[in-house]
Structure formats: structure tokens, C-alpha cells
């Protein structure tokens, strides 16, 4: 794992997102769903990791590699959760991010995002949802998925950043600040830190 300091100058930055969104638009839609999906799971590996005491690579490794505690996606959008990453609706767009991976990872049949459970899960994913309401785009489950993976990156990346994360402010939704801000940055060819919406306090 590198060093807290050396990921978060490099590996977060904007050519890194190109190069994996380049990977990503080469893939068949199995390989598009694995590499969108671990790429969000990658970097709440390290938002995670970055708010903890500094830790020994053997330490974090325990945490994080084989059997550990935090080495299942769904167990790290938990605990991103708990510390205030992000809010309700964020954890469940992960959670439906990686149900949509699992299943794709674990059936063996040649299955795209076209098939009915994916097509399912897909409109539960309420990022794209929002956004599509907002402009009127739509460009399919695929596209859906990839756009619900780009939100969650960036709104982990936006905590990671943070002396101390939290998921508070503002007063807008956070379907509407999320589609406000990627189209904005989409318009304009950057890249752009999202902004902190309003948290609910139920249901933690």
C-alpha cells in the first residue's frame, strides 16, 4: 500500500480518473461493472485509512487484506458511513454498486447490463436517477452505473480530504448538489470537488 501522503498528491488525481475511465470505455460490460465498482472501493480503502491513527503496512493490512475487517466493500461503506463520510443515500448507492458488481462477478453466464437483475438494480441507483430528472439524459443501465460510480468516487474523495470527514451544510439535496456540480465540471473540462450537503440523522 503506498504511503498516505504519496497516494493522496498522485493517485487521486485527474490522470489517474482518466486512465481508469479510459480502461473502463475498452471493457465489455462485465469488466466495466469490476473496474468502476473497485475503483470506488479503492479509494474508500484509503479515506478510511487516512482517518485513522497512522498505522504499520502489517497493521493496515490485517484491516484491510484477506480476512480482515474491513476487507469487503460492504464493510468499509458501513464504516465509511460511520464516520461521517457520507450520508444515507450515499451508502445506499454503494451497497447497490456492489450488489450490481457481485453479480456480475459471480455469474457464470455471459450476462450484460441488459439483464433483468441489473437492469433492476440500475434504476434503484438514485444519483443517475436525480441527474437524469435534472437534464434530461439517458444513456442506459451501463451508463447509469458508471455515472452512480463517478458521484461515489468523488464523494469520497471530497471526504477524504478533510481534517476530519464529515457530511454536513448546505441546503440543497444531494442528488441536486451532485448533478449541479458534475455538470458543471463536465461543461467546463475539469475536474471538481464536490460540495458538502446536508446529512440525515435518522436510521444510523
Not at 485509512?49 to 490485517?62: N, Y
Not at 454498486?97 to 433492476?120: C, G, P
Not at 430528472?133 to 455515472?147: C, S, T, V
Amino acid at each position: 500500500m503506498p504511503k498516505r501522503d504519496d497516494y493522496y498528491q498522485g493517485a487521486m488525481g485527474i490522470s489517474e480518473f482518466a486512465d481508469v475511465q479510459g480502461e473502463v470505455g475498452r471493457q465489455t460490460d462485465r469488466g466495466a461493472a469490476i473496474i468502476s465498482s473497485s475503483f470506488v472501493e479503492e479509494h474508500l480503502r484509503y479515506a478510511i485509512d487516512r482517518s485513522f491513527v497512522d498505522l504499520s503496512e502489517r497493521t493496515s493490512s490485517r484491516l484491510f487484506e484477506g480476512t480482515g475487517p474491513l476487507s469487503t466493500f460492504h464493510s468499509r461503506i458501513l464504516l465509511g458511513f460511520a464516520l461521517g463520510m457520507y450520508d444515507q443515500q450515499t451508502r445506499e448507492e454503494m451497497i447497490i454498486i456492489s450488489r450490481i458488481r457481485n453479480f456480475f462477478a459471480h455469474t457464470i453466464k455471459a450476462i450484460d447490463f441488459n439483464d433483468a437483475t441489473i437492469a433492476q438494480l440500475c434504476a434503484e441507483l438514485g444519483f443517475p436517477s436525480r441527474y437524469m430528472a435534472l437534464y434530461q439524459i439517458d444513456q442506459g443501465n451501463r451508463w447509469k452505473f458508471e455515472l452512480s460510480c463517478r458521484f461515489c468516487r468523488s464523494i469520497v474523495v471530497n471526504a477524504s480530504r478533510s481534517e476530519k470527514p464529515t457530511f454536513a451544510g448546505g441546503g440543497k439535496t444531494s442528488f441536486e448538489a451532485l448533478a449541479e456540480a458534475r455538470y458543471a465540471a463536465e461543461l467546463h473540462g475539469r475536474s471538481v470537488a464536490l460540495p458538502h450537503v446536508p446529512s440525515r440523522t435518522s436510521d444510523r
